[in-house]
C-alpha cells in the first residue's frame, strides 16, 4: 500500500500521523465554538458536519454528522462507514474538484480542543498480552505458575469503569485507596505510592450485538469501528490489596486515557497480521477465521516536569496473543449483548525485551530494577507531575497511520479527598 | 410508622406491597401505549406524565415526567425527590381533593406492560454479604480461609454488564460457555450445567459524584435513589474456569434481573437498621455514621414448569456486612466517578442457617446436597423451564412496603449458538 495524495499539501508528508490513507474520526472545537465531529487529515480538521450542510457529504439514511460523538455513526454500520470514507477521500483526494469548497471547513489541528470522541457505553479491559502475562505471573506467583491455566484458552477480560475514560491531555489525578503492605498490620488509607501506566490499544464496538446470540470471531471483527491508544492507569499498591477474589477495581478506576483520533479499521486494512502461533489449539469458537491483529509499532514516553522525555518502551501490538475480535467473539459467548460505543482495552501490550515491557511494574520488576531516564532522575513508578505518553503507527510505503498522542500527566494527591 | 391511608382503597390492604407510604416509581405501558413514568398505588398506576400536563404535579425547574426512563428525575436530586413524593401523597391521600382530577390516570396493574425503570448507566455487583463469603470461602479454600484477608476492611465489589440488566418477567436463556472440571484434560464449550441465582438487593444511584472527588458514606446514601431486588443469574461452572486471576465475567454476562419499582430511599426511611457489630474496625472514610442498612424480609420461590412453587430461601437485607452507602463511598475512593444510573448490587444476601442461602450453590452446597421441591422434584441448580422468584418487603404497623416480583424463567440453551 503506498500513500494516497491530497491536496491537503501537509498530508503527504512521510512522517505525519495523517495522510489521506488514515482518515481518523475525532471530535474537535475550534476556539470558542461547540464541540463538532472532525477527521484529521495532515495538519488540519475537516469540519464534517459543514461538509455534510453543505452538501458535500451525503449519506443515505439522512444528514448524520451534526453530533457531539461519533456513536450514530458508528451505530449505522459497515456500509455506511464504507460510503463515509469513500466520500471524505474523493473529497480531499489531490485533483478533487471539491477542493475549492471543501477547504473552508479546514482548521489547523494546533488551534481546536479535541474531546472523547466517542460516548463510551461500557469499558472490558482484557488481559491477553502473552509477555505481560508471563511477567506479571512470574513476579506475582513465580515462573512455574506465572500463566493461569485458563490463560491459553480464554482472551481473559474484566469489566472497568466506562466513567472513568477520558481523553489524550486530560491530567490525572494520584488517586487514594486502601493500602497494605505484606508486612502491614493493618490497612491505611493513602495515596498510592506504586501508580502505573498500561500500554494498551482500545477496540470501539460499532455495530451492536443481541442478548443470547454470541458472535463468530468474524462478525466480531465486522462490528469493530476502529481502534485508539489506550492507557489503563494502575494503582499497583491499591490493586495488591484489593484484587483476591473478585479482581481489580479501584486501582482501575481512576482514569483511562484513550487518544483522541478513532483509527478506522478500514486505515488499518492493509496492516492486518495474525496472532502468534497457539502454544494450545482454541477452541472453534475462537479460533481466527484470518489475519485480524495489526502491525502497529507502539512507544511510551516519560517526562517529567521541566526536564527531557526518555522513550521507556518500545513494542507492537502484534505481541497480543489474541486478537480484538477474539475477544469480542469471546465477550458475546455467554449471550452478553453489546452496545455501540463498547470499549475494550487490549490488555497490556509487552513485548520479549526487558526493552518492551509495556507497564513500570514489569520494567522496574516490580520497583527492584528502577529505570534511569535521559535527565538522570530514576523511576520505578510515576512521579508527581510526570507526564507520560503512548505513540503509535503503522507504517506504509511513504506514509503512516498515526493515531496522535495518548497523553496525561499525575497531579498530586489531594492533601484530603474528603475536604469540602 | 403506620399506614397512612389512600382514597385508593386498594392501597390499604396490610398484605398489598403498594400502599401510599410506599409510592414506587416504575415505567409501564398500557395495552397499545408507549412506555411511560408510573408510581404504583394499591392494584392501579399512577400514569405521572398524564397528571403533570394536566396541572396536578407542578416540579420546581419544569415539567420532568414526560420520559421513558426515570434518569432525569434521578439527576434532578433529593430537593426534587421530596417534592415530588410530597405532592403524590397530597393528591392519593384519603380525603385529598384531588381524587376526582386523579382518578382518570389510574390504570389497573393487572393489564399494563413493565418496562426497565431505569436507564442503567454502569452496573457493579458486590460480594458484601458475611455469611455468603464464608460459605463459598469454605467451599472453594477451606473453612481456615473462607475469607479472603481483605474481606473485613473493604466491600470487595467488581464491574459487572450494564447491558445484561433486564426487568422482571425477561426470560433467560441458559448460556454457552467454556467449561473445564477438574478432572477434564482441556476445556469444551458446552452449556452451563451449573446455573444460579444470587439474591440481591440493587441501590440506583441518583444524583452523580465527580471525578477526583471521593464521597463520605453520608454523602453516599444521599446520593441513592433507591433500592430493587436483583437476580445476579450466575454461571457457577463458567466462573469456575475463569475467574482466576481476574475476576467473574461471562459467568455472570447473561442477565441480572431486576424487579420493576424503583423502592425510594424515602418509603424505606423508618426501615433502617445498623450493619452488623465489626470483627475488625473499618477504617474511618468507610464507617456508617448513621444506620444504613434497613430491615427488608427477603424470599426466593423456585417453580417447575407446570408445578407448585416451593420457597427455598428466607433471609433479610439486615445480613449484609456493609451497606449501600459503604459500597458507594468505596466505589469513589479511588477518585472514580459516579453517573445517574448506576445500579450496585449488594452481593448475595445470605443468612446464618440453611433456609437462608442465598444461591443455589450455597443451599446445594456444591451440588452436594440437592434440595427436595415440595413436588418431589429435586435440584442443585436450575433446570430448563424453572421460574426462580425474588421477593422483599419491608414490614410496618398494618401495612408493607413491597418491591414487586423480581422473576424470571430459564429456557433450554440454544442448540447451536452460531447457527444464522
Same mark, same amino acid.
Given at each position: 500500500m503506498t500513500l494516497i495524495r491530497s491536496w491537503v499539501e501537509s498530508a503527504n508528508q512521510p512522517a505525519g500521523d495523517f495522510p489521506l490513507n488514515n482518515l481518523p474520526y475525532g471530535v474537535f472545537a475550534p476556539a470558542g465554538a461547540a464541540p463538532r465531529l472532525g477527521v484529521a487529515i495532515g495538519d488540519y480538521v475537516l469540519d464534517v458536519s459543514a461538509a455534510e450542510a453543505d452538501g458535500l457529504i451525503v449519506l443515505t439514511g439522512g444528514p448524520l454528522l451534526d453530533q457531539p460523538f461519533w456513536n450514530p455513526?458508528?451505530?449505522?454500520?459497515p456500509a455506511l462507514w464504507d460510503q463515509l470514507r469513500k466520500r471524505l477521500?474523493?473529497?480531499?483526494?489531490?485533483? +478533487?474538484?471539491?477542493?475549492?469548497? *471543501? $477547504?473552508p471547513h479546514l482548521s489547523p489541528r494546533a488551534g481546536v480542543t479535541l474531546y472523547l470522541p466517542f460516548r463510551v457505553a461500557e469499558y472490558t479491559d482484557f488481559y491477553a498480552g502473552y509477555h505481560h502475562a508471563v511477567n506479571v505471573g512470574t513476579m506475582f506467583r513465580g515462573a512455574e505458575n506465572a500463566l493461569p491455566p485458563n490463560w491459553l484458552h480464554i482472551p481473559i477480560g474484566y469489566n472497568g469503569r466506562a466513567s472513568s475514560v477520558v481523553v489524550s491531555g486530560t491530567d490525572v489525578l494520584r488517586p487514594w485507596g486502601q493500602l497494605k503492605g505484606p508486612n502491614d498490620e493493618a490497612p491505611r488509607f493513602a495515596p498510592s505510592q506504586r501508580f502505573d501506566i498500561e500500554l494498551e490499544m482500545g477496540a470501539i464496538v460499532g455495530t451492536?450485538?443481541? +442478548?443470547?446470540?454470541?458472535?463468530? *470471531? $468474524?462478525?466480531?471483527?465486522?462490528?469493530?469501528?476502529g481502534y485508539v491508544l489506550l492507557n489503563d492507569w494502575s494503582a499497583r499498591d491499591i490493586q495488591a490489596w484489593e484484587y483476591q477474589p473478585l479482581g481489580p477495581f479501584q486501582a482501575k478506576a481512576t482514569a483511562t486515557t484513550i487518544s483522541p483520533w478513532i483509527v478506522t479499521r478500514a486505515a488499518l486494512e492493509p496492516f492486518r497480521i495474525p496472532t502468534p502461533a497457539r502454544q494450545k489449539p482454541l477452541l472453534p469458537h475462537l479460533a481466527e477465521p484470518k489475519p485480524m491483529l495489526y502491525d502497529i509499532a507502539l512507544e511510551v514516553g516519560l517526562q517529567p516536569e521541566g526536564a527531557e522525555e526518555t522513550i521507556i518502551c518500545r513494542t507492537n501490538y502484534a505481541e497480543m496473543y489474541y486478537s480484538a475480535a477474539q475477544q469480542l467473539a469471546h465477550h458475546t459467548s455467554s449471550g452478553c449483548a453489546m452496545s455501540t460505543g463498547d470499549l475494550l482495552g487490549s490488555g497490556t501490550i509487552s513485548g520479549p525485551v526487558k526493552e518492551s515491557r509495556g507497564s513500570l511494574l514489569e520494567?522496574?520488576?516490580?520497583?527492584?530494577?528502577?529505570?534511569?531516564?535521559?535527565?538522570?532522575?530514576?523511576?520505578?513508578?510515576i512521579?508527581?507531575?510526570?507526564?507520560?505518553?503512548?505513540?503509535?503507527?503503522?507504517?506504509?510505503?511513504?506514509?503512516?497511520?498515526?493515531?496522535?498522542?495518548?497523553s496525561g500527566k499525575v497531579l498530586p494527591a489531594l492533601a484530603d479527598p474528603y475536604a469540602r
Open positions: 455513526v458508528m451505530a449505522a454500520g477521500i474523493a473529497l480531499l483526494a489531490e485533483g +478533487s474538484a471539491f477542493e475549492a469548497a *471543501v $477547504a451492536p450485538s443481541v +442478548s443470547g446470540k454470541p458472535v463468530t *470471531v $468474524a462478525e466480531a471483527d465486522e462490528m469493530i469501528f520494567m522496574s520488576w516490580g520497583g527492584k530494577e528502577p529505570l534511569t531516564l535521559a535527565g538522570g532522575e530514576s523511576r520505578s513508578f512521579a508527581d507531575h510526570d507526564t507520560l505518553v503512548l505513540r503509535g503507527a503503522a507504517r506504509g510505503e511513504g506514509y503512516r497511520i498515526g493515531f496522535g498522542d495518548c
